[in-house]
Nanobody, 126 residues
Framework: QVQLVESGGGAVQAGGSLRISCAASGRAWNRSILGWFRQAPGKERAFVAGIGWGSAITRYADSVQGRFTVSRDNAKNTMYLHMNSLKPEDTAVYYC???????????????????WGRGTQVTVSS
């Protein structure tokens, strides 16, 4: 069982930066792949970034590659998403998710993730 709580969302101007966090609890945390997804109004939830349990493997959506960085601190049970050069199209609710199946490489489909947080709103104004 893994419980996830996102924080750090807010409003920022285009070109700005923001860091959001995902605090986790539960015994499966350290061996879980973790992912960030986002959902804009009227759109499906989409993969943003993922990180393996040992932090050796990270994956990014093409739309955020080079601007966003995912990291995790297993000692603090926390995952982060550092977002730079933000654009209005980054506006969405951001969700963290955990895949406790034992896979090593983050998948981009929501169906691979069995635990989800409630989300945090990120709004980027032009």
């Amino acid at each position: 069982q893994v419980q996830l709580v996102e924080s750090g969302g807010g409003a920022v101007q285009a070109g700005g930066s923001l860091r959001i966090s995902c605090a986790a609890s539960g015994r499966a945390w350290n061996r879980s792949i973790l992912g960030w997804f986002r959902q804009a109004p009227g759109k499906e939830r989409a993969f943003v970034a993922g990180i393996g349990w040992g932090s050796a493997i990270t994956r990014y959506a093409d739309s955020v590659q080079g601007r966003f960085t995912v990291s995790r601190d297993n000692a603090k049970n926390t995952m982060y998403l550092h977002m730079n050069s933000l654009k209005p199209e980054d506006t969405a609710v951001y969700y963290c998710a955990a895949d406790s199946s034992g896979r090593f490489d983050p998948e981009q489909q929501t169906s691979f993730y069995n635990y989800w947080g409630r989300g945090t709103q990120v709004t980027v104004s032009s």
